[in-house]
């Protein structure tokens, strides 16, 4: 069974930090590019970070860089997403995907995302 498991989630301040994590399992890891996003109330969902399945080449949308820092294991089929500098803004449920040999921002398998809620 395919499963993709998000944790670390939470309330923060704004100016603290997160790391959530996504525990792969049921599907061959190494093929497969790992992408997070997110969903705000009443927005659509968007692409946050992405990690390449090869070379763990990294793509982060402009709104997080330099803030975030995304990461894989692949030992652990876990890929991590460490989130500083948390401004509101940053409120969503944040879900990770698996992208099947790159990062396309089409994922083929889900998580059911972990709630990130910043404080101000």
């Known amino acids: 069974e395919v499963q993709l498991v998000e944790s670390g989630g939470g309330l923060v301040q704004a100016g603290g930090s997160l790391r959530l994590s996504c525990a792969a399992s049921?599907?061959?890891?190494?093929?497969?590019?790992i992408g997070w996003f997110r969903q705000a109330p009443g927005k659509e969902r968007e692409g946050v970070s992405c990690?390449?399945?090869?070379?763990?080449?990294?793509y982060y949308a402009d709104s997080v860089k330099g803030r975030f820092t995304i990461s894989r294991d692949n030992a652990k089929m876990t890929v991590y997403l460490q989130m500083n500098s948390l401004k509101p803004e940053d409120t969503a449920v944040y879900s990770c995907?698996?992208?099947?040999?790159?990062?396309?921002?089409?994922?083929?398998?889900w998580g059911q995302g972990t709630r990130v809620t910043v404080s101000s």
């Open positions: 990690i390449s399945s090869s070379d763990g080449s990294t």
């Open positions: 995907a698996a992208e099947y040999d790159y990062c396309s921002g089409y994922g083929v398998y």
């Open positions: 049921g599907f061959t890891f190494d093929d497969y590019a």
